[in-house]
Structures are given as structure tokens and as C-alpha cells.
């Protein structure tokens, strides 16, 4: 079964920078996507970035990255541990919320139908 865990959130200042990770396991085909998505309690989720994977190489991955993070977040793959990176950079209050990743064989383009999603991870950027 199909399985992500989500890790590195944490408190941090304005400007400074953190590095989440999402563990995927169970799948048994080396094509699909990651997604995350960040909410905040009485605010609508927000597909934050997304990477399509294509087995072991970088050739022909779709990336996607949210208007309000480009610039400062970096989406990344590493298919040998099965583990996407969300690098996130210069770091703003308006940031702060749990962060959730999620996997499936489906296109970045994709805004519904994601079913699979962890724990999430807490990210606190104070002023």
C-alpha cells in the first residue's frame, strides 16, 4: 500500500530557511508525482509545488511551484530513496502551516483527486 511521510518542519525566523522531506513508499511503478500542499486553520489548502517523477531520470519532470512561493521554494527528487525535497527559502510569516505531501500516478496538473496524504509537518516562520 502506499504510503508518505512528511519531515522537517519546525520554528524558524523570517529569512531563515528549511528543508522538507517526503518519504514515499509502495509504489510499483517508477512514474508518478509528488505534490505538496500547505493549509491554515479556516483557509483554503493550497497547492504549494509538485514534481513528476519519470523512473530514475531527471529527463522530461514537471515541476510546479505556486505564484506565492516561486523564487524561494525548490522542488526536488531523489528517485533512488524515493524521497522528495521542498527547499523553502527566505522564509515570511504568511507561510506558516502544516505542510502535507502526497503521491500518485497522476499529472502535476492536477488540483483534485490526491488520496493519498501523511501526517503533514508544522512550519512556523515568526516575524
Known amino acids: 500500500e502506499v504510503h508518505v511521510v512528511e519531515s522537517g518542519g519546525g520554528l524558524v525566523q523570517a529569512g531563515e530557511s528549511l528543508r522538507l522531506s517526503c518519504k514515499t513508499s509502495g509504489f510499483t511503478l517508477d512514474t508518478y508525482a509528488v505534490a505538496w500542499f500547505r493549509q491554515v486553520p479556516g483557509k483554503e489548502r493550497e497547492r504549494v509545488s509538485c514534481i513528476r517523477r519519470h523512473g530514475d531520470t531527471r529527463s522530461g519532470e514537471t515541476l510546479y511551484y505556486a505564484d506565492s512561493v516561486k523564487g524561494r521554494f525548490t522542488i526536488s527528487s531523489d528517485n533512488d530513496r524515493h524521497v522528495v525535497y521542498l527547499q523553502m527559502d527566505n522564509l515570511k510569516p504568511e507561510d506558516t502551516a502544516v505542510y502535507y505531501c502526497?503521491?500518485?500516478?497522476?499529472?502535476?496538473?492536477?488540483?483534485?483527486?490526491?488520496?493519498?496524504w501523511g501526517q503533514g509537518t508544522q512550519v512556523t516562520v515568526s516575524s
Open positions: 502526497t503521491a500518485d500516478y497522476l499529472p502535476c496538473t492536477v488540483v483534485l483527486g490526491w488520496e493519498k
